[in-house]
């Protein structure tokens, strides 16, 4: 158990529809980062937060979006959702100054029919 | 060109045997190397981190970084059948975005 909590684990949705993926970090931890892993691309980084404030951004397209809440837990929402969006979304966090020591938390399986 | 290259496998090796894990990159500003083990349906889990050239070594594992050929690799010793998973490497130039490999999937037979 990485100490990363997210939730829901499981998400089947239609398409159009709006979704919010919740993300707790590590006790500790000031930056949370969004990965999406699909079969074709692999683990890809779209977004990071760091004590609110976006710090870095990947290839994440424009209908979603991201925000980390003074408590420090981030959530990230998808909306007028394709069947390409179908994937495993992952949160991770690390403590400040050390960036690449990333912890994964267990994911949330998006489904879009 | 992806800028991580990983070979998907899969890879299958008896109880024991020494694994070698391989990624390749082509982006020389990587300063960052890391190794992730995933089981099926969890979350990475980080095996090994290493900063720039240079080999590491954390009881079975060990990660070796050859900057001047672009080259990583995971070596797994006295492989055991809970070592089964996919195993991704990741690197990164400044420490927050990381860039993934697309996974080996290793399967240790008793």
């Known amino acids: 158990d990485s100490g990363v909590t997210q939730t829901p684990k499981h998400l089947i949705t239609a398409t159009g529809q709006r979704v919010t993926l919740r993300c707790s970090p590590r006790?500790?931890?000031?930056?949370v980062y969004w990965y999406q892993q699909s079969l074709d691309q692999g683990l890809q980084f779209l977004i990071q937060?760091?004590?609110?404030?976006?710090?870095a951004k990947g290839n994440i397209l424009e209908r979603f979006s991201a925000q980390q809440f003074p408590d420090l837990h981030s959530e990230l929402n998808l909306s007028s959702l394709e069947l390409g969006d179908s994937a495993l979304y992952f949160c991770?966090?690390?403590?400040?100054?050390?960036?690449?020591?990333?912890?994964f938390g267990p994911g949330t399986r998006l489904l879009v029919l | 060109q992806k800028e991580v290259e990983q070979d998907p496998g899969p890879l299958s090796v008896p109880e024991g045997a020494i694994v070698s894990l391989n990624c390749t990159y082509s982006?020389?500003?990587?300063?960052?190397f890391m190794w992730y083990r995933q089981y099926s349906r969890k979350g990475p889990e980080l095996l090994m981190y290493?900063?720039?050239?240079g080999n590491k070594e954390d009881g079975r594992f060990t990660a070796q970084v050859d900057k001047s050929s672009k080259y990583i690799s995971l070596f797994i010793r006295d492989s055991q059948p809970s070592d089964s998973a996919t195993y991704l490497c990741?690197?990164?130039?400044?420490?927050?975005?990381?860039?993934f490999g697309k996974g080996t999937s290793l399967l240790v037979t008793p």
């Open positions: 991770a966090s690390s403590v400040a100054g050390s960036e690449e020591t990333q912890y």
């Open positions: 006790s500790g931890d000031l930056s």
């Open positions: 937060y760091y004590n609110g404030e976006e710090r």
């Open positions: 982006n020389s500003a990587f300063q960052y």
């Open positions: 290493t900063y720039s050239s």
């Open positions: 990741a690197m990164s130039e400044s420490g927050y975005a990381l860039n």
